[in-house]
């Protein structure tokens, strides 16, 4: 514990000897029960006190009799200011043993000692004034330590904000003008998430999340759930998939309090098909061209909250028709408070999302001032996502892709053949795409393919298991319930599943004229019906869809099986191998 | 998140007549701001009720963080039943804003509600 220290302002010897010994000779135990040292520091004139200030950092200041008598006010403020914020009381002596009646001190100082001095007046007066610094000393300790932490908080939000915002640079947000967004530069630390990516076969993935609970410690979850995200989609899991593994990893982690409220959407441009998990999120509104509203109702608890989920039965389909745009939030939307507490709520979003495309009228845009002119003095707190489901850039390849020019020359590709048989076990759960392109991501040349690979795997292994072996006709899903019916029907045949398997087959060949790459699939069903015309299972966008990726698309009626070949010519541009081979190293481990 | 007294909230608990049913109620704001009062209410209750009954009746608003207050009641509940029988969690007298926030969140599957 420092000494108290005394600065004495006085010219007279005399006057300052006396002082000296009074100040002395008072004694002072502080509140911790020490006995307190005092040092002393004299000067004999304002100007060389204000010297003195920096230097012994007096606790007090105590103007002799003489000096009181030759000091004005403007001097004394100086004193004080060369003290900063910290209080520095001032005592002026007045010396009533004179005839004359003294001048009453000016108010500027703090207190007087009155002349001829009463030591034990003097000794309670140094003892409150100890008292008081010591208080006044342990608040400005307090204000230092609050200072330093918030500053060391302010730094580690500027972190995690780095680090979040790194999180993003995934992301396939900004590569299309299908997505409007709008993210408030608090969202990380208010826990909310916006991630999009593509998956293999071109479908693209968003998801919009809100952590609830506090703070940094909200925010630290949108790591794991961030990760998970953009290593499985690229790799071609399907979503329920990877919804479970957020779950799990979720629940594995967060404390119990916390957990995360998520809308997933996959959303297919060349089928038009729009899948759709809300689990405790604001309902996403999807608008018609016709001007109808739909709104996407959570049917999931949040993710983290329990460990088991019912992720397949909560999965919403929709059938997209052109034109149709859909609008995502995050409850800091509603919960915008006006100076009156009352919130911005649901219905006044409906509304703007009501009056969206009249004349021009942007609902993106005026739901963001609306709510920011409502809660006036709040901060601005809310996610907004708009997509447009049939916008034309959607259907072009995944933004992660590597642009081929439509070539496909390349890297060698190899001589080599699989062959993966699904039995009904498997069929129920097992989502067999990522495993096949995972082992093609490892082929050298083969990335080149990677997209059209997965689109063809993908339509031909849902043909396989949706037609041949669930026995679903694609005929139900002409209409808009017929649609819904038909993958609930699917969710509920595949859960049942007692018999029935896929073969997939891949082989490839590579010599100097060129190569070729061949899937054959296979089910245990009826096979392709004799007349296929334009209601056969292959009719549809399906078939197009093959041929304009296939060179050659063979199937026969009554058999199960298809064939789809990809060619290319000669690999003359040796050059592209080491940078194809570059590529072919995208896809690091699963870090889940 | 805007931590303000404007919007005052309160947490009151009392055990019912039968004495097995805990009752807590709170007023105004259910949110992060009364999460120590919340824990407070229904922490080291003796005896042990066998029912923790939430009366929403006043609550104006129920946000994330006071679901989050809901799952750490659930929890205790688990906890604290120990070999016996276990203490049940139920929700009551909510209005329609708060209804609907439980339901969005599909709270009202892990909650009996009435």
Redesign the interface.
């Given at each position: 514990m420092p000494a108290f220290r005394v600065l004495i302002v006085e010219s007279d010897a005399g006057e300052l000897g006396e002082l000296r010994q009074l100040i002395h000779n008072s004694e002072y135990t502080s509140s911790t029960g020490c006995v307190l040292p005092t040092s002393i520091h004299a000067v004999p004139s304002v100007d060389m006190a204000v010297g003195a200030y920096d230097e012994f950092h007096p606790n007090l200041v105590i103007f002799g009799p003489v000096a009181a008598n030759n000091t004005v006010a403007d001097e004394i403020r100086q004193l004080r200011q060369s003290g900063g914020v910290e209080l520095v009381p001032i005592l002026f002596v007045q010396d009533l043993t004179g005839e004359a009646p003294p001048p009453a001190p000016p108010t500027i100082c703090d207190d007087i000692l009155t002349k001829p001095y009463s030591p034990p007046l003097v000794q309670l007066k140094l003892a409150s004034i100890r008292r008081f610094c010591e208080f006044s000393r342990s608040l400005m300790a307090q204000r230092d330590r609050l200072r330093r932490h918030h500053a060391d908080f302010l730094q580690e939000q500027a972190n995690a904000r780095e680090i979040f915002g790194n999180l993003g640079n995934e992301s396939c947000l900004d590569d299309t003008p299908a997505i409007r967004y709008h993210l408030s530069p608090r969202a990380v630390l208010n826990g909310d998430l916006l991630a999009a990516t593509h998956t293999p076969d071109g479908k693209l993935v968003l998801m919009l999340g809100d952590f609830a609970g506090h703070g940094l410690a909200a925010a630290v979850g949108a790591v794991p759930l961030t990760s998970i995200f953009y290593s499985m989609m690229p790799r071609g899991f399907s979503m329920s998939r990877v919804l479970r593994e957020i779950n799990r990893k979720l629940y594995d982690i967060l404390p119990r309090q916390m957990f995360c409220c998520l809308v997933m959407l996959e959303l297919d441009p060349r089928r038009n098909h729009l899948r759709i998990l809300n689990a405790g999120m604001p309902s996403p509104c999807l608008k018609r061209t016709n001007g109808e509203l739909h709104m996407l109702e959570s049917r999931h608890l949040p993710f983290g909250v329990l460990s088991s989920d019912q992720v397949d039965t909560s999965i919403v389909n929709v059938r997209v028709m052109p034109g149709d745009r859909l609008y995502l939030w995050s409850d800091g939307i509603h919960e915008a408070r006006n100076s009156q507490g009352e919130h911005f709520g649901e219905s006044r979003l409906i509304n703007l999302l009501r009056e969206d495309g009249d004349e021009g009228f942007q609902a993106f845009d005026q739901i963001l001032v609306a709510v920011n002119a409502h809660a006036a003095e709040q901060h601005d707190d809310l996610s907004l996502v708009e997509l447009d489901l049939t916008h034309a850039s959607l259907r072009k390849s995944g933004c992660l892709a590597v642009d081929h020019g439509g070539s496909r020359k390349g890297g060698r590709v190899g001589d080599w053949s699989m062959q993966l048989h699904l039995s009904q076990q498997e069929l129920r759960t097992t989502d067999p795409l990522p495993h096949l392109l995972g082992v093609l991501a490892q082929m050298p040349g083969a990335v080149r393919f990677q997209e059209d690979l997965a689109i063809a795997l993908g339509e031909l292994f849902r043909n396989a298991l949706e037609h041949g072996v669930l026995e679903l006709d694609s005929s139900i899903k002409a209409t808009d319930d017929g649609f819904v019916r038909y993958y609930d029907l699917m969710a509920e045949r595949r859960g049942q599943l007692t018999e029935g398997w896929v073969r997939i087959s891949l082989s490839c060949r590579e010599g100097e004229a060129g190569g070729e790459l061949t899937l054959e699939v296979e089910d245990s069903g009826v096979g392709f019906p004799e007349v296929r015309e334009h209601t056969g299972v292959y009719a549809g966008r399906g078939l197009n869809l093959l041929h304009t990726i296939c060179d050659e698309v063979h199937y026969h009626p009554g058999s199960s099986r298809v064939e789809a070949t990809i060619r290319w010519n000669g690999a003359a541009e040796q050059h592209s191998a080491s940078e194809s081979s570059g590529k072919a190293m995208q896809n690091p481990p699963l870090p889940v | 998140?805007?931590v303000s007294d404007?919007?005052e909230s309160r947490v009151t608990s009392a055990v019912s007549e039968g004495g097995d049913t805990l009752v807590i109620r709170v007023a105004g704001n259910f949110d992060?701001n009364i999460h120590r009062e919340f824990q407070r209410a229904y922490r080291n209750v003796m005896p042990p009720p066998r029912t923790f009954l939430v009366d929403l009746s006043e609550t104006d608003?129920l946000?994330?963080?006071a679901?989050?207050?809901l799952?750490?009641l659930r929890?205790y509940c688990v906890e604290s039943g120990g070999e016996g029988a276990q203490p049940a969690v139920e929700l009551m007298n909510a209005n329609a804003h708060v209804s609907h926030i439980l339901?969005?969140?599909?709270?009202d599957?892990?909650f009996s509600i009435r």
């Open positions: - | 998140m805007v404007r919007f992060f608003h946000d994330s963080a679901l989050g207050m799952l750490l929890d339901s969005v969140s599909n709270f599957r892990i």
